[in-house]
């Protein structure tokens, strides 16, 4: 009989990160709102979050984040010169963004790790099961990941990571998992986890993608969880005293993803990124394609 666990309403963005691979672009402006063709990357990340049912919204924030909460808050004056105009179609379009959902914002203050981040919610989330999603990975709106990472979690308690199969060589750029097959195709048991292993060590190529539905108990674990890599609080080693001992806070199990994802996390991503988008929107593509059919057989002929 399926056990029935409390139902997830809350997703937390950790967005308190520097952006130091934009530089200079993120001197002043945070990443998170750098455009991936006309709407900032972290739009995406609330649409999705929304899409999932998840309407309660905390942003971990940091200095000279102010731009992201102005961003999903009212702007009248534009507003109201949008309406002067008759332009619905752009009034509509800056609407959307703060009526998507109810935000909330707490700033991390001292940047010691995503595990940190994860923890300043604790407050805000309480003993519920939660969501976290990055913004460095967009995730297409077509292949509901999120959906059904909350469906795992429903279904077994405990937590969820969202994994990815990578070539092994790439595999030291993320944390990865070791992991049972279960009698759900697309689910995994993760039964240890290490963050950024060297290949050779590395359980499997497996890798840890941004998105997590996890156990309050987390909490308790980020608390007394050690700098790790990179001296800070890594979130993978409070998910490994969970995967290793169930009786902390359940099991944790991955949703093994095969979908189309953005990584907007460094440059030449990021720029792929939008070029896929904008190939695939209905107002922007064709004449898009076009243009890039052309510019690479000229580029072709040029080499």
């Known amino acids: 009989m399926t056990q029935s666990h409390p139902r997830i309403s809350k997703a937390v963005i950790p967005a308190a990160g520097l952006g130091t691979r934009f530089l200079p672009a993120t001197k002043a402006t945070p990443k998170e709102m750098l455009p991936v063709v ?10 999705e979050a929304v899409s999932a049912g998840l309407d309660d919204v905390l942003m971990i924030t940091g200095r000279n984040k102010r731009p992201l909460e102005d961003h999903f808050d009212r702007n009248y004056e534009l507003e109201s010169a949008l309406g002067k105009k008759g332009d619905a179609e752009r009034l509509a ?69 969202a994994l990815m199969e990578v070539a092994p060589e790439q595999i030291h750029l993320y944390g990865c998992a070791a992991v049972e097959a279960t009698t759900d195709g697309d689910v995994v048991k993760v039964t240890g986890l ?98 890039l059919r052309s510019y690479v057989a000229e580029e072709m002929q040029q080499s």
């Not at 900032?40 to 649409?47: C, L, M």
């Not at 099961?129 to 297409?140: K, N, Q, S």
């Open 93 to 161: 379009k800056v609407q959307q963004s703060s009526d998507l959902a109810t935000m909330h914002y707490v700033r991390q203050g001292d940047p010691r790790g995503l595990g940190h981040a994860v923890l300043c919610a604790a407050p805000h989330v309480g003993r519920e099961p939660f969501a976290v999603l990055l913004g460095d990975d967009l995730i297409d709106p077509r292949d509901p990941l999120l959906q059904r990472m909350i469906e795992i979690q429903e279904e077994h308690g405990g937590s969820v990571i």
């Open 194 to 291: 290490v963050e950024k292993p060297d290949p050779a060590d590395a359980p499997s190529n497996y890798a840890i993608i941004g998105r997590y539905v996890l156990d309050p108990q987390i909490f308790d674990i980020l608390r007394k969880t050690e700098p790790g890599r990179g001296g800070e609080i890594q979130l993978t080693d409070a998910l490994q005293q969970l995967a290793t001992d169930e009786k902390v806070g359940g099991p944790v199990h991955g949703v093994v993803f095969t979908g189309r994802r953005y990584d907007t996390g460094d440059r030449g991503d990021y720029l792929r990124a939008i070029v896929r988008l904008a190939c695939e929107r209905e107002d922007l593509g064709p004449e898009f394609r076009t243009w």
């Open 38 to 47: 006309d709407k900032p990357a972290i739009q995406y990340v609330v649409e």
